[in-house]
């Protein structure tokens, strides 16, 4: 009689146990929708405890991004990795890059390469040729993602005599547009190559002498990026947002740094940013020989879009 009420008790305890931790879920996936992270990463790890369940673990996960608590995020992909967990390999080595341990995501992305069984080997070995260059880089001064002008300074100072008061020097562009003085600056819209000739006059005697020298120079594309509708002002947390490489070359390989151990490889890229607060988005150029030719960043304000409250 005692074993069949002793039986019944355990029973119970446990069926009250699952209903919850289905009630920890619930209110967990109340909270990540509204972005409250604290409270949906307190409810997400009690129903965790001693349950497996890899959707849940994904949005934890997301959590403790959204809330910078990179030391519970280092040990949960620890965990992972020691149960043998393939499928968080590259997000854990793009944590590990966005904490500048090359060595040990480049350890972490060897092993996913080593797996015939992986699919995103093209990424894999994409951010390993990433992670190889940065961490031979130790000052990468990122610019201002803003469109920049083409500008040129030229100067006869070195080949003709500045000093003499009796000559003046005339600088004919290929468009016509000509300046005049030793030495001159000019800039232009768009990339190109454009040539410009010197012609130096005797006001003595109003002799020209025309195309004293001829100098042809040339811009390549400044990187610059954008979102979808052309410009970044502002991004809702929660929302995928799009982001691209204005003038893109094939030739080159393009990484994107959000800011929250997330990074994108491509021309065009998609995002959705899970906290609201003010973010770097950086683009770094990797050239066809593997090496940093550049970075480009923008802060940009990430806002709530309030569709709902607390529950």
Known sequence: MYKVIAATILVLLAGSGFAQKKKHLKKGNQFYENHDYLFAERYYEKYLSGTEDMEVTKKLLHCYKAQSKNDKLNTAYKLLMADGNQAYMIEYAMFLISSEKYEDANKILDNYLSLSSNSDKELAQTLKDFSSAKSGVSNLNCTENVESKYCVEISAAKSIDPENPHMAFIWKFEDGFTKKGVTVKRCYEEPGEYTVSLSVKDNISGLVEENVNTKTFSFAPSPTFSSEDG?????????????????????????????????????????????????????????????????????????????????
């Open 231 to 311: 410009k970044i002002s502002i991004i809702s947390a929660g929302e995928e947002s799009t982001f691209k490489c204005d003038k893109a070359s094939d030739s080159l390989t393009y990484i994107w740094d959000f800011g929250d151990h997330t990074f994108s490889t491509g021309s065009e890229v998609k995002h959705t940013f899970n906290q609201a607060k003010n973010s770097t988005i950086k683009m770094y150029i990797l050239s066809e020989s593997g090496e940093l030719d550049g970075c480009v960043e923008q802060n940009v304000p990430v806002l709530y879009n309030f569709k709902s409250r607390r529950p």
